[in-house]
Each structure stands twice: as structure tokens, then as C-alpha cells.
DNA sequence: ATTAAAACCTGACAAATATCATATTTTAAA
DNA sequence: TTTAAAATATGATATTTGTCAGGTTTTAAT
């Protein structure tokens, strides 16, 4: 099995304050996992035992509403850490998490990171750090959410996985969802996500070919209104 | 002045993890300030130079969107702590706070903060807890914006503002929002919000005084939809 | 106490979005 | 390959929410 200090992917989040002693640690105690496109890594309401390190591809983490319909709250992508929030409180998961392509995750159980936690107070502060990033994203979601049309949302999502997550050669987004998935993210229904999307095409804003979306006019789709 | 060694409002904080030393020499070098009803305790974009710990009163945490108008984004009260996460991540400030009441507010400097940050990892991780928990709640307020229909906002903030903030002898609301604060939180136009406020109050879900609101038949409105 | 400004309220209408129905296309399983 | 299921697409219509316009009441300053 593949090693934490060797791990490129540690680079991009709080593991990179880790000791090379810790990282030694850590990685004789992981766990690594190969997840399918549609698999669940964990549930809304379960109990995590540590945290995942997303080596390769991309998950979404939603929450479930009570009109029975679920929220996507944040798109995550190799390199990232899943569940510290949960594991930091002491909670259960708040949400779920499901990829959306084939993964590969280390995970990491909970006692190695509470312990490193605790006694390296860069780590600590590195994690503090992301959750304060984390957190003002949040905010402004929030606002977002509350002062923008579903249209602008949508927009705005296309921009945002255009400029994250990036496109193959031919230009097409490197991240496939669905319509749903697209309007689980705005918080809008399944069919207003689809009309728009057909407006976005005939205006001439963005092109399709099945799943796989293309922007076409990056100015116009920034000016949404 | 008085001393943060011997004032209760610390506890309900992170800052009831500090050493007496730690408290003492934090409470040689804060400042404490009064702030009146619609005062702005800091403003968006502001760079902040320490935290606010609030000794006394209610504010609003709020951002300008885009269309112009302002999205509350939390309400903050008597023994929160103010501005860390800007502080942590060392970014200006990315909402605004004003007085919601006149307010008594206690400001400590950034690099006292810092300080105890890195050097006592029981302060830093209540911190990294705080924050974890606030970042569940923003998780929760999105899944709230994106499914919920304005009226089930309003409600929820209604007994949200009951639970957390209290009544007077008469059960109505300690803490006074204006109509349109009302719907700066839920993200709707003020006159949305007053006619549902109105409805409400023709339904006998709650009923008013000026300003003042109290919640008549708390079952009917946790039933809204 | 008077008065101007701000906050509150309501109606009429427009715009945005949801819902339901149904057709077409794509995907994946047998 | 065939075929059923799922995803996508679009129209018609209902519902929700926003906007504008005009009132009344409350608040705060003189």
C-alpha cells in the first residue's frame, strides 16, 4: 500500500502540517478504499470513525430536506478531507456523501487525528484554518441562496465547476452531473433546472452533449441576471 | 474596568478554556465599549484587529448582496464571540454586525488571540469546535433557503427567536427585529414579509404589539408549510 | 404638541417558479 | 440486440413571490 509521506494529495489540505513521524503513523493505520460512480461513502446521521483523504475524483455532500427532496451543499474533490467536522464535534454526519465518479479515499481513523489534534497545534490551527474557509463560503451561499433567482444560481454553478473542477480537451466540464444533481445544487425543481439549461443552449451560453456541458460564452453567463 | 478572570460571560465561550493567566493578561489589554441601538460594530470588508466578546445585548450579522439588499445571515447574542473567523484566517471581514439593542461589547487584540491560539490547544480546539458547530447550522440554514417555502422560513425564524433569545413577562420576543429584518433573515421582499406576518396574526399563530411579537399557538406554527 | 420621516400595511398586478402531464431520448440490464 | 427503466425535454397551468403604488400608523426630532 501507497504511503502518506509520499502522497501528493496530502499537499492540499491540513495533513501537510503533519510531522513526517506523524504522517508515518497515520499511514501505517489507513485504510484504503475504491468507490464506484453512485456509491455512498457515508450517510446523513451515521456515525464516522474517522476521516476520508479523497485521493482521486469527486463527491457530492447533501443533506436531505424535509419536503423529501436533497440539498447538494458542496462538491468535493480529490485532495480535500471528509468528515472532520463531525469528527471534531463529536456528531454524527450532517450529511452524505456520494461519488460521483470513481474514487479513490484513505481513511483515517478517528483516534490517529484526534490525537494530532491535539498535540500539534500547527495541524490544529491548519484545520481551524480550513474550517474558516469553510465557513465563509457557507455564509455566502447563504446569501446567495436567499437573494438570487434560480437562473443566476445556475449560472453561477456552471462558472464554478468550469473554474474548479475543469474541462477535458474538448472543453466539456471534467465533472458529470445530472439535471438533478443540477438542481439539487440551486434548490430548484428537476424540470426548472432543465428549461434553463435549454434557454442557457438556445441563447447560445453554453453547448451539450448529453450529460457533458460546455461553456460557450463566458461573459454573457457572468452577466446573468 | 472589570476583569475577564471574573466575568460569567466567558463561560458560555471558548474563551472559558483559557489559563487564569492567559485571562488576566488578556483582561490587562481589552477594551470594553457601549454601543447603541443601530450602531455598526464593524462593517463588511472591514479589516478587523481583534475579536468582540459580547458582554450584553443582540446584534445582526449581515452581507450585502449583489441586488442590494441585505441578507442576515445570524443573530448574535450575549457571550458569542465576534470576528474569529476573519482573525483565524486573516481575511477582512466578510459580514457586517450592528447593534440589534444597546449592546456592551468587550474588544481583545488580535495578537493576544493569536497567541493563546498557539500556544494553548485546549483553547484552540474549543475554538475549532465553535466553528465546526457554526459551519452545521449554515449547512442547515442552506438546506432551510433552497426547500423551504418563504412562510416556513418566517415561522422557523419566529420560533427560533423564541427559543434562543427568550420572552418578556408578557411572551413577547426579547429581541426587536423590524419588518424588514424579518425579511433580511428569511430572504424575502419586506412587503412579503409583513403579509405573512399579517396572515399569521389572522390565523392566531401569533399576535402583536408595535414591533412586539408573540407567539400565540406554537404547534400551528411549527405545522406551517 | 407639532410635524416630518420612517415604518408598516394592503391591493393590484407582474414575474418567477413549481407542478403535472406527456413525449422523447439515453442508459443499462437481460 | 432487445427492451424496460431512467433521464431528459417541453407544454399547460397553478402557485408563490416580487414590484409598484398608495394608503395608515408609529417614531423621533423640533
Redesign the pocket.
Known sequence: MSKCEQCIVRKFNSLKSLTKDELVRISGCKTSKFIKKGEVIFDEGETLNGVYCIKDGICKLSKLSA?GRDQIVKLVIKGDLLGQRSLVVDESANLSAVALNDMEVCFIPKQEIMNDLQKNPEFSLDVLQQMAYDLRESDDVIVNMAQ?????RLAEILIYIHDHFGVDADNYFNVLL????Y?NVV????????????QF?KEGLIS?S??HIRIEDMEALQRVE
Chains 1, 2 share one sequence.
Open positions: 419536503n438570487k433567482s434560480v437562473k443566476q445530472s439535471r438533478e444533481d438542481a434548490g430548484t425543481a428537476t424540470e426548472s433546472a432543465i428549461r434553463i439549461l435549454s443552449k451539450t448529453g450529460k
